[in-house]
């Protein structure tokens, strides 16, 4: 079954690029925010939202890319740039919503797009990106900043992880990747604590087989990767029982851009077969 659903991902990426971003550089702020209202504007099954402004002004976008009108569709949420210096997370979020526009005929897409809403909000924290910085304006890790079992700082000191868990409420998300760059793994809850979650078994067979799409060896609970508190999927998992997943697409944060088309191919294999694999976990429950 794994094989197959490889197989089909795989095939997916023979057909040739015609039209779209291009991933042969990186992309500011303003660029970014430029392509998602032109994504929105020429594709019927692309909405664009303004989620808010950062700590210093910037407004922050998300998209919905979706073919179901039912109000009850499972949302499938994929986040980058948590890290300001991350940018190829920030890349391969871009990549997604140009994989999932441009092919939404190819029979795979068609019918994950009837089934899930994608929303992807490409740049988490802005200002982090803008000058480059993992943290946000305050100084702050976004990716510290939730609450999460046994955080001892304050949450929510960034108004841009406010935003994301704004977003949370309103959609109550059934699966997440929220992708970062400096290694390559697939992690999940607990980041905070080595007990297993009461959902091991599942985020076992969804990190395997992302990981497997991906071509990344590691895949494992983030705890075993390292400790950390106040993380997004830790946050996600807790209050909403989000299959909350990390995936970490490149071992440079930033790579020359010669290897983005990969970093970015790889990302896009990864989000199809989480998507793909949360079919399974439906029908296993
Ligand atoms: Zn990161």
Redesign the pocket.
Known sequence: MIRLLLAAIGFLFWSPVTNGIQFNRYHDVSYINRYLHQVARHHPHVSIHRLGLSTEGRPIYYVLITKSRAPDTPVIYVNGT??GN?KA?TEASLGAIDYLSRKHRNIIIDRLLKKYVFLVHPLVNPDGHAANSRLGANGIDP?RDYPTPFSRSEPFQLRETKLVSSLMKKYRFKASAAL???IEAVLWPWGSSKIASNHAEVFLNLGRVVAQAMKVEKYQQSYHDYKTTGEFIDYAYKVYGTYALTLEVSEEASPSPEKLPLVVSRSVKGLIALAYGLDRVELSH
Do not use: A
Request: glycine content about 12%; cysteine-free.
């Open positions: 948590h890290h991350e997370s990716n970062h760059s400096g």
